[in-house]
């Protein structure tokens, strides 16, 4: 094998050059890194939403709770299914709750945006345990008060004791609450009869949420309310329900890689250049080599290497720049609903991204190295 | 001469195809050489020296004749075979003497090792030896650039020994220095030959580098002309019929 200080002291020769390759890849594996951690995050805030003991019913044809509505009566019936867990009182664990998107008008500037709002009951902390307070107190029933999430109060920077004018009435800021990073984290929280009666949805449910006492029987209970004759409603356990709304992300995934393979053509490109112009100005040390008895496999490694070691340390620096994107929070939509989200760059991502800087040196690299492996060495001496 | 040559050339032919015209430019090429030989091969551009050299260094296929060396013949092996009897038996020494500029006189001498199933501590101790052995015991990690026309050559020297080669081919050695650096080069190669009792084919257009050489065999138009013996003063003329 050709020394490897043979590779690193050329590199070293050029490192104009080098760089300018290497910085090629920085980009675009920074830009890929990115587009990932990115939607890694909205992923990993739909997937911690879901509690595995969680059936959540909607009304039936409706995919996501911003369409689905429900009645009292059938609402009180899935209450009572066979499977649901009870409280200490012999209550179900039951979550009967309204989801509104709603317009609010912040006191300074003009411009609405959507807040997401939740009206529960009490039961709704039992069902949903993964969600506490990280400050202030709950809402009070009958009381026109809400808690936020900890995604609301650091997109739109509210604090405990702000009023927010949401459709007719004044509503107080009474705590933040947090729930592992899931998509609760991206709403407001409140009395459910107060949103009811606010907007007049009295006796109307976008959902209900089940509890059942293991994650076993909560698939079972969710595919007997599937199937079952008397009720009609769709019903999914959490998990499977924020695996789906995660899947609306599948298109940007594709388009993500898409747009990396594109990137990653120039970046292709740009080391094919870089080694084919070594290779013509080093013909007759690879002629040398030959000659010395190194066969030509030595000669095509020695060259891919050459080629891979600049997109290694490209793409490290990439995978640098774009890890610095880790836990930079944003907000985004998906499908009907808005949902907040950190990035987040984690072990499989920087594994992606490392494989594809070295793929794209490995595939810019390989020509220039079989022409490097085919030089003649009587030619090139001559 | 001695009885077992170390290499034999038998009725060796090279030709080039340039476009559909044929180059002949070896034909019926026959001799032999001894082993401890220093060999001079002279001859106008073009006559046909440099691609001798190629055959007899392994670095070229005849198109006809066959071409032994040490008893193996070396005409029938194939690229990759042929690349690994190289490194063991022929060291190169080149006119521009091609060191590879990114790595020290050390490194570059340290090469044709590296082929070699060799422990690293016996590559330093040949390494070391063979740059003691041309004088540049003193230079190891200076690169090429850093070094005089003169003592890269030398460093091309040691290359060519460390191997510890039965043969040692040099093309042009000298065509590249001055006067005096081309004489402390050939009195290398001559004390190689003389101490070390290696086989030197040299080419050269010099006629006081071939005065070194103990035999000296011309070429013209691709047919040796002529096997001069420089100290037992015997002459020998061949007249080999052009075809």
């Not at chain 2, 081919?169 to 220095?177: H, N």
């Amino acid at each position: 094998m050709v020394p490897l200080a043979y590779n690193y002291r050329n590199l070293q020769v050029r490192w104009k050059t080098t760089l300018m390759t290497a910085f090629g890849f920085t980009l675009v594996v920074a830009a890929l890194v990115i587009m990932l951690a990115f939607l890694n995050g909205i992923e990993a805030a739909c997937i911690a939403s879901g509690e595995p003991e969680n059936v959540i019913l909607l009304s039936k044809g409706n995919q996501d709770e911003v369409l689905s509505q429900m009645e009292r009566p059938l609402v009180a019936q899935v209450e009572n299914s066979k499977g649901v867990a009870v409280d200490a009182a012999g209550r179900p664990l039951a979550s009967r709750e309204l989801f509104l998107a709603v317009h609010h008008r912040p006191p300074e500037g003009d411009e609405f945006h959507f807040l997401q709002v939740r009206g529960v009951l009490p039961a709704a902390f039992r069902v949903h345990s993964q969600l506490h307070l990280l400050s202030g107190r709950t809402f009070r029933p009958g009381q026109s008060e809400v808690m936020i999430g900890k995604g609301v109060q650091r997109t739109h920077h509210f604090q405990i004791g702000d009023t927010l004018e949401i459709g007719r009435k004044q509503w107080q800021i009474v705590g933040v609450f947090e729930s592992r990073g899931a998509a609760f984290e991206s709403e407001l929280w409140c009395d459910l009869n107060e949103l009811a009666s606010q907007f007049r949805r009295d006796g109307l449910y976008s959902t209900v949420v089940l509890r059942a006492e293991t994650p076993q029987g909560a698939e079972e209970l969710a595919e007997r309310l599937r199937n079952s004759r008397s009720v009609s409603v769709e019903a999914l356990t959490e998990p499977k329900y924020y695996q789906k709304q995660a899947e609306q992300t599948r298109l940007l995934q594709t388009a993500a890689w898409v747009i990396a393979w594109f990137m990653g053509l120039g970046a292709l490109f740009g080391v094919m250049n870089t080694q084919f112009a070594a290779i013509g100005q080093r013909s007759k040390e690879i002629a040398v080599l030959r000659i010395l008895g190194f066969p030509a496999r030595a000669i095509l490694l020695s060259f891919l290497i050459e080629a891979l070691g600049i997109a290694a340390v490209g793409g490290s620096f990439g995978v640098a720049l774009g890890a610095a994107a880790n836990g930079v929070t944003r907000s985004f939509s998906l499908g009907a609903r808005s949902i907040d989200f950190a990035f987040r760059v984690d072990g499989p991502i920087v594994v992606c991204a490392g494989i594809f800087a070295l793929l794209m040196g490995l595939l810019g690299g390989l020509l220039p190295a079989l022409s490097a492996m085919r030089v003649k060495p009587l030619e090139a001496l001559r | 001469m001695s009885a077992q040559p170390l290499i034999v050339v038998d009725n060796v032919a090279k030709e080039y195809m340039r476009g559909s015209e044929r180059i002949v430019v070896l034909r019926d090429v026959n001799l032999e050489i001894a082993a401890a030989d220093f060999v001079a091969l002279i001859g106008p551009s073009g006559s046909g020296k440099t691609t001798l050299l190629n055959l007899i260094a392994g670095l070229d296929q005849p198109t006809s004749g066959r071409i032994w060396f040490d008893g193996l013949e070396i005409s029938k092996l194939d690229e990759a075979r042929l690349a690994r009897w190289r490194t063991n038996a022929v060291g190169f020494v080149f006119q521009f003497f091609h060191l590879i500029p990114v790595l020290t006189a050390y490194e570059n001498v340290e090469l044709p090792l590296l082929l070699l199933n060799l422990t690293a501590r016996r590559r330093r101790e040949q390494v070391l030896m063979a740059l003691d052995l041309v004088g540049l015991s003193h230079r190891l990690h200076h690169r090429p650039g850093q070094l005089s026309g003169g003592e890269q050559q030398r460093v091309g020297i040691a290359r060519a020994l460390v191997t510890d080669p039965k043969l040692i081919v040099a093309d042009e050695p000298t065509g590249d220095l001055d006067h005096v650096k081309s004489g402390e080069i050939l009195d290398l190669l001559q004390s190689l030959q003389q101490e070390l009792q290696k086989t030197i084919l040299l080419v050269t257009h010099d006629p006081a580098a071939a005065a070194r050489a103990r035999r000296v065999l011309r070429i013209d138009k691709g047919t040796l002309v002529e096997d001069r013996s420089m100290h037992s003063g015997r002459f020998r003329l061949f007249e080999w019929t052009v075809q």
